[in-house]
T-cell receptor, first 113, second 113 residues
């Protein structure tokens, strides 16, 4: 089945710097790749997603890139702020309607003021 | 985004008893819902896919007789943890698909004592 690897497991940056989190997936049939932000004890919140027919997507300070050939995708956060501190999860799915998700291990991002 | 409500938010039960968790889609109909389990500082692991009007589909290694899933209407799926034991203590989260993405309930913290 699908396997998603996420790196790094922890990431600490200074406020204003950029943060990059990378994921690789194993199943070439996967075609939907969302990113979720989860604060302690809370539900995961969808922050951005990308489908396999697109190589890059941007929403304000957040961008995601997808390399289907290499089977990896990355989350880029620019101008980080302390409120960006949370655990970020990537996921992959063969359901491009956004259903069944296989998650990466998570990255704990800490943005220091 | 779409709103998914989960109840209860937390529950403490005695070993050997059963606990029911509800997941509702509040402003849309969901023919399919998903149940995940998350241990502390770990990722979300898909347990099963809940299908309205038919049997749930369980992931490998998940005991279907222990984790009973019922999806009797287009807005409600329930997960019953039967004969709970301390090792079942975890954060259980449901999700539903809407607008080509998955939206999560707030999760249920289950503690079995």
């Amino acid at each position: 089945g699908e396997n998603v690897e996420q790196h790094p497991s922890t990431l600490s940056v200074q406020e204003g710097d950029s943060a990059v989190i990378k994921c690789t997936y194993s199943d070439s049939a996967s075609n939907y790749f969302p990113w979720y932000k989860q604060e302690l004890g809370k539900r995961p919140q969808l922050i951005i997603d990308i489908r396999s027919n697109v190589g890059e997507k941007k929403d304000q300070r957040i961008a995601v890139t997808l390399n289907k050939t290499a089977k990896h995708f990355s989350l880029h956060i620019t101008e980080t702020q302390p409120e960006d501190s949370a655990v970020y999860f990537c996921a992959a799915s063969k359901d491009n309607q956004g259903g069944k998700l296989i998650f990466g291990q998570g990255t704990e991002l800490s943005v220091k003021p | 985004g779409a709103v998914v409500s989960q109840h209860p938010s937390w529950v403490i039960c005695k070993s050997g008893t059963s606990v029911k968790i509800e997941c509702r889609s509040l402003d849309f109909q969901a023919t399919t819902m998903f149940w995940y389990r998350q241990f502390p500082k770990q990722s979300l692991m898909l347990m099963a896919t809940s299908n309205e009007g038919s049997k749930a589909t369980y992931e490998q290694g998940v005991e279907k007789d222990k984790f009973l899933i019922n999806h009797a209407s287009l807005t409600l799926s329930t997960l019953t943890v039967t004969s709970a034991h301390p090792e079942d203590s975890s954060f259980y989260i449901c999700s539903a698909r809407a607008d080509r993405a998955s939206f999560f309930g707030q999760g249920t913290r289950l503690t079995v004592v």
